[in-house]
């Protein structure tokens, strides 16, 4: 039952940072997710108008910079990766 919801997470989180959706399948796969993951959560700093050391953050310690984020001031600034290339800063 939770892995609905897991496949479904990873989904949002693509089409917030901007990243296709073929990217859920990276993220599911042994080895490359942790590489994906990385990459998405860099993304998502971005997209709020944080840095790469924030994303960092997110993808280590993923329940206390997601409340940073959520309860914080960021801001939403679209997809960082709607070009389809990780954005400069």
């Keep these: ?3 609905h919801r897991a496949f ?3 989904y949002v989180l693509t089409k917030i940072v901007g990243r296709p959706a073929w990217w859920v399948v990276l993220a599911l ?3 490359v997710n942790f590489i994906a993951l990385f990459i998405i959560s860099i993304d998502m700093a971005k997209s709020f108008g944080k840095g790469v050391g924030f994303g960092i953050g997110l993808a280590l310690l993923g329940p206390v910079f997601y409340a940073i984020l959520g309860f914080g001031d960021a801001q939403y600034q679209g997809p960082a990766a709607a070009s389809g290339g990780m954005s400069a800063a």
Aim: hydrophobic share 35%.
């Design 1 to 3: 039952m939770g892995g």
């Design 29 to 31: 796969l042994p080895c």
């Design 8 to 10: 479904y997470n990873i």
